[in-house]
């Protein structure tokens, strides 16, 4: 079927609409199908009023089987029921090819492009409608089950797999005079900068201001663009939530033996509310959240009750956790053992830091100082990467 935006007006079962402004005519169809000329995908809309509510489309609206625009005489004619043009086409799994991959001098190695077929099954992200979780004191989740379509869900976790690079961070931290260790128990990687500095096309990063190349001592670290497989999935997640993103961080759980502990995303370079949004990719684990304890020299009333919470990720769900969530909460992935744990897990999850300080952190616990991971298919595991393999 072809669809036409924005060429004049439109009959639609014989109401005449303008296809670029909001319609004056009421449809009495709904669910309409709006197809947005901005974001080149279909969404459905469940009633006339969610159009006209006062959001500005650039669109063409239909809801009848053939659609005839009035002021060229195009005829769209439509071979299949209405609801099948809401379903992503069956993904045709395609080679992975390393034209227009990203680069970065930053990169140890280029990072090609999504497969057209994925690429193209995003426009129909996110595949369910977000289900608002806050029936508890200071929660305020949104959780899409599942967001990517599942046409296209292993072959967007195999493909990140395999194209990205890994970090197994350690770092220490001191507390008093003792010094430790830490080895992070999963793989990590990072992309993005603050709100103070922006990467040109060409990737040179320029101050946010003045658009001209920052300092060469701005940074303690090496910021590095988003390359364009994790941008595309960033630009449709902004569009969903309406929030807006400059990082992407990326866990890998190989096992049910990696995992995160109990923390919050409370940092004061994120702002005062921040909203992250979190992906899971392959194997099903567990995402434990729990009210954070009242300080202990706080008096006043007593402490408000809470329940943990337990959600079983599957692969292609999204959460965005928002508002006071990350302030008065705590989130973690709890170590597993047998069932599909072992299968491995990406977690990719998209945040706004707002300071420099929100970008030496990440950098510092994401990447690190130490080697280069990638993933080796014929080993089914992490490796060590350097230049010479």
């Known amino acids: ?144 089950q599942p967001y990517v379509p599942k046409e296209i869900v292993k072959d967007l976790f195999e493909f990140l797999r395999a194209e990205l690079f890994f970090y197994r961070v350690q770092y220490k931290i001191k507390r008093g005079p003792v010094e430790t260790e830490i080895n992070t128990p999963r793989f990590t990687t990072v992309f993005g900068v603050d709100v103070s500095s922006k990467f040109s096309e060409d990737g040179t990063l320029l101050d946010s201001g003045t658009g001209k190349p920052v300092p060469k001592d701005r940074y303690r670290c090496q910021p590095r663009p988003i390359p364009a497989c994790l941008d595309v999935l960033r630009k449709i997640t902004e569009g969903s939530t309406g929030e807006t993103y400059n990082f992407a961080l990326v866990n890998y759980y190989a096992s049910g033996d990696d995992s995160i502990s109990y923390h919050s995303d409370d940092e004061r370079f994120l702002g005062e509310d921040p909203a992250i949004a979190s ?28 329940k943990p919470l ?43 830091a707002m300071v420099r300080d929100g970008t030496h952190n990440y950098y510092r616990y994401n990447v690190g100082e130490g080697g280069v991971y990638k993933w080796d298919s014929s080993k089914s595991r992490m490796s060590p990467w350097s230049r010479d393999v």
């Open 279 to 306: 992906f899971s990719l392959g194997a099903r684990r567990d995402f434990l959240m729990k009210h954070k304890p009242p300080p202990s020299s706080e008096q006043g009333p007593a402490p408000i009750e809470t």
């Open 310 to 352: 337990k959600l079983a990720l599957a692969s292609g769900d999204m959460i965005v956790m928002r508002g006071r969530t990350q302030h008065n909460w705590l989130h973690s992935i709890p170590k597993r053992k047998g069932g599909e744990s072992d299968r491995g897990r990406i977690n990719i999850t998209f945040r706004k």
């Open 1 to 144: 079927m072809e669809v036409l935006a924005g060429v004049g007006d439109l009959s639609v079962e014989g109401r005449c609409v303008m296809s670029s402004h909001r319609p004056t005519t009421p449809c009495m169809c709904p669910p309409a199908l709006i197809y947005h000329a901005q974001h080149m995908r279909a969404v459905r809309l469940s009633s006339w009023n969610l159009l006209t509510s006062g959001t500005q489309y650039r669109s063409v609206v239909f809801c009848s089987i053939s659609v005839r625009t009035l002021s060229g005489g195009h005829q769209i004619m439509a071979k299949r029921t209405l609801d099948s043009f809401f379903v992503a086409p069956q993904a045709k799994k395609q080679r992975v090819s390393t034209e227009n991959a990203s680069q970065h001098v930053t990169y140890p190695f280029p990072v090609p492009q999504l497969p057209s077929h994925i690429s193209e099954a995003l426009g129909f992200a996110p595949a369910t409608e977000g289900k608002a979780i806050n029936d508890q004191p200071d929660l305020d989740l949104l959780y899409f």
